[in-house]
Antibody, heavy 119, light 110 residues
Framework: QVHLVQSGAEVKKPGASVKVSCKASGYTFNTYGIIWVRQAPGQGLEWMGWISVYNGETNYAQKLQGRVTLTTDTSTSTAYMELRSLRSDDTAVYYC????????????WGQGTLVTVST | QSALTQPRSVSGSPGQSVTISCTGTSSDVGGYNYVSWYQQHPGKAPKLMIYHVSKRPSGVPDRFSGSKSGNTASLTISGLQAEDEADYYCCSYAGTYTRVFGGGTKVTVL
C-alpha cells in the first residue's frame, strides 16, 4: 500500500532554513507529482507548490517564490521541501501529498511535520 | 492566488443534508473541472473525499457528492452522521500547475 512518511518536528530560529523530507513507498515514485501544503495553527490549508517527479518541473505559490524549493531524489523515492529565511508566521504543520492518477485530487498524504519558528 | 470562499460553519442534525459552497472565479473554479474536497478531523491529515468536481474515491460513502455551477462548487453530505463532524476544504486548479484552497468549513452535527 501507498505510504508517505515525513521527517520529524523541527524548531528553528527566525532567518534560518528548514528542509523537510517525504519518503514514498508502495508505488512507482516518478509516476505522480508531489504537492506540499501547510497549515498554520488553527488555520486552513495553504497550497505551497508542486513538483513533477518525472522531470523535476516545479511551480510555487506566489507568496513563497524565492524562499521555497522543492526537489526529489528518485534513487530513494524521497521528496524534499526547503524553506529559507524563516519567519514566525511560517510556524505550521507541513504536509506532502501525492497528486492522484487522474491528475486531480491528492489521494495520499504524509503524517505532517510541525515546524516551529521561534527565538 | 486568493483563497476560495467557503462558509465558516454549517450544521445539521443526524440524517439531514448539508451543503458547503466554494466560490472562486473564472480563473479557477469556473475555468476547470479540477475541484476536489477534503475532510480533516482534528490533529489528522486531510482525506480526499471528491475529485474532478463529482467523482468519489473508492471507500468514500456515497452520502458525499459534489457539483459545480459557474464559479461555485458544492459538497453535499446526505444522511449526516456523527463521524462527518470535521473541517472540509475545497481545492481548485488555478492554471499553470497551481492550486488554491478554500478557507475551510466546520461541519457540526447537532
Amino acid at each position: 500500500q501507498v505510504h508517505l512518511v515525513q521527517s520529524g518536528a523541527e524548531v528553528k530560529k527566525p532567518g534560518a532554513s528548514v528542509k523537510v523530507s517525504c519518503k514514498a513507498s508502495g508505488y512507482t515514485f516518478n509516476t505522480y507529482g508531489i504537492i506540499w501544503v501547510r497549515q498554520a495553527p488553527g488555520q486552513g490549508l495553504e497550497w505551497m507548490g508542486w513538483i513533477s517527479v518525472y522531470n523535476g518541473e516545479t511551480n510555487y505559490a506566489q507568496k513563497l517564490q524565492g524562499r521555497v524549493t522543492l526537489t526529489t531524489d528518485t534513487s530513494t523515492s524521497t521528496a524534499y521541501m526547503e524553506l529559507r529565511s524563516l519567519r514566525s508566521d511560517d510556524t505550521a504543520v507541513y504536509y506532502c501529498t501525492r497528486v492522484g492518477p487522474s491528475g486531480d485530487g491528492f489521494d495520499y498524504w504524509g503524517q505532517g511535520t510541525l515546524v516551529t519558528v521561534s527565538t | 492566488q486568493s483563497a476560495l470562499t467557503q462558509p465558516r460553519s454549517v450544521s445539521g442534525s443526524p440524517g439531514q443534508s448539508v451543503t458547503i459552497s466554494c466560490t472562486g472565479t473564472s480563473s479557477d473554479v469556473g475555468g476547470y473541472n479540477y475541484v476536489s474536497w477534503y475532510q480533516q478531523h482534528p490533529g489528522k491529515a486531510p482525506k480526499l473525499m471528491i475529485y474532478h468536481v463529482s467523482k468519489r474515491p473508492s471507500g468514500v460513502p456515497d452520502r458525499f457528492s459534489g457539483s459545480k455551477s459557474g464559479n461555485t462548487a458544492s459538497l453535499t453530505i446526505s444522511g449526516l452522521q456523527a463521524e462527518d463532524e470535521a473541517d472540509y476544504y475545497c481545492c481548485s486548479y488555478a492554471g499553470t500547475y497551481t492550486r488554491v484552497f478554500g478557507g475551510g468549513t466546520k461541519v457540526t452535527v447537532l
